[in-house]
């Protein structure tokens, strides 16, 4: 634990699983799958490893990593660590939380990838190289690095929506590489400024130079403070396009409709909350004061997310799309739980990104069990399954149950804290968001009763309910959403000591 | 036993899980797994009960989440209004669980039937012990969820899936209500305990205003979940449900949480007048607006669910009088006979095979036991002297005159009128008369059915007593710890009371017994107020055409705005950008001096900003 | 105004005349000669720079050599309808623009040079200076020195081919 | 002493210099192209060898490195002379602008 490694191992250990599958030969599926499972369990050990170390008192600190990497400038004039990019890793609390998430996903994915059909080399190696760049992006511990990272988990997404998508794959894949490469390309310019003004993009030491009036010193040029709102409008909308926040959200549709769901699974579990995890890390721990202005602007679009995607969700045929505006919609409350400025707020939207990992990945999972057996998602053709698949009807009730905040599951907790938080700051708005909350029970019954009760309809008749290997992360996913429902605090106390530091910089 | 209360939900959790689990394998010998769980809730329950009855308050917590500096907690808490709920919960349950191995015999679903009872069982036992109005709040949705999958259970039918839905959502929209005034109650208070909530409506830390807001938007919640006026309407449409499930949770239990509720933050009310009278308003038309319809309906569960409603409607007017121990005792009486006609009404059903009392008649003679129950059950919630409907009605007609609610108390007796004969017209359709059902072979319903009802008549008659003005008002006074006062009530009160449900008898027996007036006697006469009623105001299709028709045009509002405005933008960008590729594809024209050229005058535009901008130190 | 600066004017103003005419005479063969004057008076300016050397080679390479080629270039094609054809290419803003960049370019170094002055001078360089050459270029620069011995032959072996007839071609006609 | 100043040949260079420039990039001729580039060159060379007197590290070196371009620009005069009349022979043409099948 206490290794010097411990870190670089967790985010590179698919790495392995890589080269093993470089050389096992093409035929071989079974051996691939295995694989390709077996390799995302080391990340899962560790980090499962950690985080319980964690609760039971032990310092992340210890694990921090730092190795001088690229060195930009040599001058005499300059201290040793200016201009230098160092591989740095990196966690707290909350990275803590976000790497488990990553990492029990991506098993549980690696599961539900036994339905994909063709050219299994090619997918679990990219599938891992995904694997690789979510974990890093969460371990990260400087803002180049934090790029990197991300940037593998874009080029690897593309690939694997490009190929193994469904009909409209090639158009899907390059409307996600096109919005997260405007993102991307914002954030660099980000980083860019910062690391050229601050001589540094170690997240810890920048925060310093922008907040601690002495350390400020060490500033290679001023930041003045015009140049901040830029900075951070700037960061809300390349975080805004990952999350996504309402205008950015088009590619998303497409990338929940149209990538395997196996891959949405970590799409909409993991990568969305990229987009959250930077506003927190990037918005928040950086920009504090900016935020706290913007605090009602966010707290506001986190409202029209909420109702935009749950007004849309309403009328959609398929329920990959119904699903892909609940993600919209959901994100909301990550947004409104931002913008309310105070602790509940901040847990609830942590919450809500934890949560929403877990939902989201549970309904994609029975997503692609229902599509493996009835060839459509569409609402109008599907009906009556709680008949010929009782278990899978009853996962996706279930799902649909946690999604919509019934208590006692996760979905809850973090709307309920969330909208907690906002009533503190801005009671009016908050009112007029819970209109969210009877919309999300609305469109999501609508469209799960439509596929599970009723009449059953032609091609889920004879449909065979989920196997013992799809059965296994349905409710693997289940019994977390449940644990996190009735005994949150498993999530509250790893996050405790990062959102105290989070309302400090904050001010409140 | 006190400490030990909480144990009591978590004996139908567990056979929850276990027949979720185990249940394929168990088959009928799930119902006895129901039952023994339910059963030794009941005992736990009686001892908690007996207990309080001696003791005081009893509270244990534990902190659940921690947001900041605020401790949210969970726990449980024995109040003398939670070990009665705790009692009457566990027992109509058990009684239900009973009478369901007979009705649900042969459902190839079985064991899943068994196992959400005992979901929802968990819930509403849960919800009456919450000591805080988050607990509440959660086992309060809970509750919701069992009710949904009960609702839906015949989920191949078109409309016991619309009947989940809707009931999902209609309660929903009153939780949200219910969620809003509970956040500020704790930002007001800064606690979810109900003895903090108490203590600061004493002291005054919560202004006027806010209590008002705050009781009323809770009370919303409590209007959604016991389906009074206007988010009534998914309360008749869940009699989708399996008969048994109307009787637990439609009748008796859960649709009573809003009551409780109310009852339990009875202190809060007592603060503002505002939002007492408007509990009482609510409870009053719900009242009679309910009754009128149950007047012309041909369903026999759903004239029973509409009395349901209308019965809700009395206890929240005696809430609004400000006479909460009416409230209980209405609510206790109320379980028992309710659940014991709408057990009858399922023996029927089982024996009969429809629901259309058109269809119905003559069974006095194939089912006498099941007719001799449901008459005691009539009876009583008719209010017919001496039995426990008259008693509990006339406490809350006594609430309501002396709170000077004048209007309200002549509303409630001319509901009161209705209730009378919609009870008998029901009883006299499907009793009386001759036979209409055909050939089927109707026989009397077995053991296993007819005993809980034996055992809910018997309450249904006798639990009265625990409160009336000639007896003792040990009820009342226990609820109140000792400081109860009863009202003296005029003494004509009682007599109009009942000689208004005798009327209301006789006009039925005169109508569907006797026969010496036309039945169709109203629909001839008024054609317009018979429909009316019969389409229940036409409530449905109003929220169809107004909420139902709002919801989707913004819907699509947003889809055209999804799909031109914004796909729009983003295509404009594509669209420039591709503009602009092929204009470079045309500077392509393959002539290297172009190129030079172009390439040359980008060098000179930065040699000459960097000259010109001092960039030669 | 001493010899050295009223040589330097002449033969600058020889230089630049002799590029402007390059630029404005109609005839291919005009132009080379044109250029002629420029290299010379180029030449002539080495020797006031004190490179005695390259001002000789300068007058074998270019005056000799490079204009030769480029007049026999001239010769195996094609020039006769010269007259009546437009000389330049590009419409009217192509070759006003370029002009303006031109300008600016040559404004812009302008203002970086006009001043320029080191202060330095080398004044034994006039001496011996084809000796300071050789030493320099056989000891010091001997590999690049190689190298360009290798290009040139490269240029002469490729110039050759390219020039040549294709064979396939030839037989066709 | 006074002599000629550096900038002058500079001047002088840069001149030269835009006229090439200017030549190459709009003289419809190949052969005045291949000219207009040569005169370029020797611009750069006017430069080399006043810096090799004038410079700020003066010596030899300034006049070898002439000496250099020189060459290289004997082998490009060559070879380009070589490459306009083997496209002479294909298109029939020496005009610059009817050359253009790099087109897109």
Known sequence: MNGPYFLSLLVFSPLLGI???????????????????????????????????????????????????????????????????????????????????????????????????????????????????????????????????????????????????????????????????????????????????????????????????????????????????????????????????????????????????????????????????????????????????????????????????????????????????????????????????????????????????????????????????????????????????????????AGAMASLGLPGMSGFVSEFTAFFGLFQTAPIVAAIGTLGIIMTAVYLLRAVLNMTFGASKSGAAQALDMSVTEAVPVFVLLALIIMVGVYPRILAEPLQAAIKMMMNGLGA | MMEMAWIVPLFPLFSFFLLLLAGKKMKEASA??????????????????????????????????????????????????????????????????????????????????????????????????????????????????????????YFYKEEAKAAAKKAFIMTRVGDVGFFIGMILLFLQVGSFEYSDIFKAVQDGTLSQPMVTLTAILIFVGAVGKSGQFPLHTWLPDAMEGPTPVSALIHAATMVAAGVYLVAALFPLYEASETALL?????????????????????????????????????????????????????????????????????????????????????LWRKMPLTAALFLVGALAISGVPLLSGFFSKDEIFAAAWMHGHGVLFWIAVVASFFTAFYMFRLFFLVFGGEERHGAKDVHESPAVMTLPMLVLAVLSVAAGYIHTPWFGTFLGDWLTDGGYAHEKTPSWMMIVAAIVSLLGIFLAWLMYGKRSLARDWLSSRAPLTYNVLLNKYYIDEFYAWTVGYVANAISRLFYYVDRFVIEGIASLITATVNAAASLGSRMQNGQVQTYGAVTFIGLALLVAILAFTGGYL | MSGEYLAFLALALVAIIGGVLMLNLSKVVHMVIALVFTFISIA?????????????????????????????????????????????????????????????FGAAVYLGVYQLDFGENAARLHEKNAEQIGTALYSHYIIPFEIISVILLVALVGAIILAKKDDGEAQKK | MSSVPLSAYLVLALILFCIGLYGALTKRNIVVVLICIELMLNAVNINLVAFAKYGAHPGVAGQIFALFTIAVAAAEAAVGLAVLMALYRNRKTVHIDEIDSMKH
């Open chain 2, 32 to 153: 006895y797994v129901g039952m023994l769980a339910t059963f030794v809730s009941f005992l736990v329950a009686s001892a908690v009960l007996a207990d309080r009855v001696g003791g005081s308050t009893y509270k244990a917590e534990q902190v659940w989440l921690a947001i900041g500096s605020a401790k949210l907690t969970v726990g449980f808490e024995v109040t003398a209004l939670n070990a009665w709920m705790l009692v009457i919960v566990s027992l109509v349950s058990f009684l239900v669980h009973m009478y369901a191995k007979g009705y649900m015999q042969g459902d190839e679903r079985f064991s899943v039937f068994y196992a959400y009872l005992g979901l929802f069982t968990f819930a509403m036992l849960g919800l009456v012990i919450s000591p805080n109005l988050l607990q509440t709040y959660m086992f309060w949705e809970l509750v919701g969820l069992g009710s949904f999958l009960l609702i839906g259970f």
């Open chain 1, 19 to 397: 080269l093993l599958l470089a050389f096992t030969p093409k035929t071989q599926e079974r051996t691939m799958k295995w694989l390709g499972f077996l390799s995302t369990l080391p990340s899962l050990i560790l980090s499962l490893f950690a985080f319980f170390q964690y609760l039971r008192g032990y310092r992340l600190e210890h694990l921090a990593e730092k190795r001088d990497w690229i060195r930009f400038a040599d001058f005499p004039f300059l201290t040793e660590s200016t201009f230098v990019v160092r591989y740095e890793l990196n966690i707290d609390g909350l990275s803590l939380v976000m790497i488990v998430l990553a990492s029990l996903l991506a098993a549980l994915a690696a599961i539900a990838s036994i339905h994909i059909k063709k050219e299994w080399k090619g997918y679990f190696m990219l599938f891992l190289l995904l694997e690789i760049g979510m974990l890093g992006v969460f371990a990260a511990g400087n803002m180049v690095l934090f790029f990197i990272f991300l940037e593998v988990t874009l080029v690897a997404m593309f690939f694997l929506i490009g190929k193994w998508g469904g009909f409209a794959r090639e158009r899907a894949a390059y409307s996600y590489l096109l919005y997260n490469g405007v993102g991307s390309a914002i954030l660099l310019i980000v980083i860019a400024v910062l690391f050229a003004r601050a001589g540094t993009s170690n997240m810890e030491l920048l925060k310093e130079m922008l907040h601690n009036p002495a350390a400020r010193a060490q500033l290679i040029a001023p930041i003045p403070d015009g140049l901040r709102l830029s900075l951070f409008i700037a960061l809300l909308i390349a975080f805004g396009i990952k999350l996504p926040i309402v205008p950015f959200h088009r590619w998303i549709l497409r990338v929940h409709v149209q990538a395997p769901p196996a891959v949405v699974m970590l799409h909409a579990g993991v990568l969305l909350k990229i987009g959250a995890y930077g506003l927190i890390r990037f918005g928040i721990g950086l920009f504090p004061d900016q935020f706290r202005d913007f605090s009602f602007l966010i707290a506001i679009l986190g409202i029209v997310n909420l109702l935009y995607g749950a007004f849309l969700a309403f009328i959609q045929d398929d329920f990959k799309m119904v699903l892909a505006y609940s993600s919209v919609s959901h994100m909301g409350i990550v947004l409104i739980g931002l913008g309310a400025l105070n602790e509940a707020g901040m847990q609830g939207a942590i919450f809500q990104t934890v949560s929403h990992g877990f939902i989201s990945a549970l309904l994609f999972l029975l997503v692609g069990i229902l599509y493996e057996r009835t060839n459509t998602t569409e609402l109008d053709r599907l009906g009556g399954l709680a008949k010929a698949m009782p278990l899978t009807a009853g996962s996706l009730l």
């Open chain 3, 44 to 104: 002539g300016l080495y020797v006031l720079l004190s490179a005695e050397f390259v001002a000789a080679v300068q007058v074998l390479i270019y005056s000799g050599a490079i204009t030769i080629i480029m007049l026999f270039g001239i010769m195996l094609t094609r020039h006769r309808e010269e007259d009546k054809e437009k000389t330049t290419t590009g419409g009217f803003w192509r070759k006003a623009l370029t002009a303006i960049s031109v300008f600016a």
């Open chain 2, 278 to 362: 408007t509990v009482a308003v609510v409870g009053g038309f719900t009242a009679i607006f309910a009754a009128s319809i149950a007047l012309v309906q041909t369903d026999i569960k759903r004239v029973l669910a509409y009395s349901t409603v209308s019965q809700l409607g009395y206890m929240m007017l005696a809430l609004g009088s400000g006479s909460d121990v009416a409230a209980i005792f209405h609510l206790t009486t109320h379980a028992f006979f309710k659940a014991l006609l709408f057990l009858a009404a399922g023996s029927v059903i089982h024996a009969v095979g429809t629901q259309d009392i058109e269809k119905m008649g003559g």
